[in-house]
């Protein structure tokens, strides 16, 4: 799916919860964007009811700072950070678009219901 489509979902329903659905969405890529199990990035995308100023104000290790490189460890700027949401609004939308098509491939097509003439009356 292209970027801008991608940027246009913003609700979402998926469930990272559910071991079968994570194994499908790793298979067709979409836990790739997802970030490494366990990080703070995860969480965000797992908890997608966090907002974005949430994640400004979040001062763990891993969002408002780089990894430990040569004994420092470089602070990123407001708008590295706003970047860095970008990408957890992306894996978001990449999941849910997974989210969607997995439902509709697990879940049986409701059968309509033959309504005879005795029904109607």
Not at 6 to 26: G, H, N, P, Q
Not at 75 to 81: D, G, L, N, S
Request: aromatic share 14%.
């Amino acid at each position: 799916m292209r970027y801008e489509t991608l940027c246009k979902i913003t609700e979402y329903d998926y469930d990272l919860s559910d071991s079968e659905f994570v194994e499908y969405a790793r298979s067709r890529g979409a836990m790739n964007t997802a970030f490494t199990a366990g990080s703070p990035h995860r969480e965000y995308v797992k908890n997608y009811w966090l907002t974005e100023a949430d994640y400004i104000a979040d001062q763990r290790k891993g969002v408002s700072h780089a990894q430990l490189y040569e004994g420092y460890r470089y602070k990123y700027t407001e708008a590295e950070r706003r970047s860095n949401w970008k990408l957890v609004r992306l894996a978001r939308a990449k999941l849910q678009d997974c989210w969607e098509i997995y439902r509709r491939t697990v879940e049986p097509t409701p059968k309509p219901v033959p309504l005879g003439q005795a029904t109607l009356f």
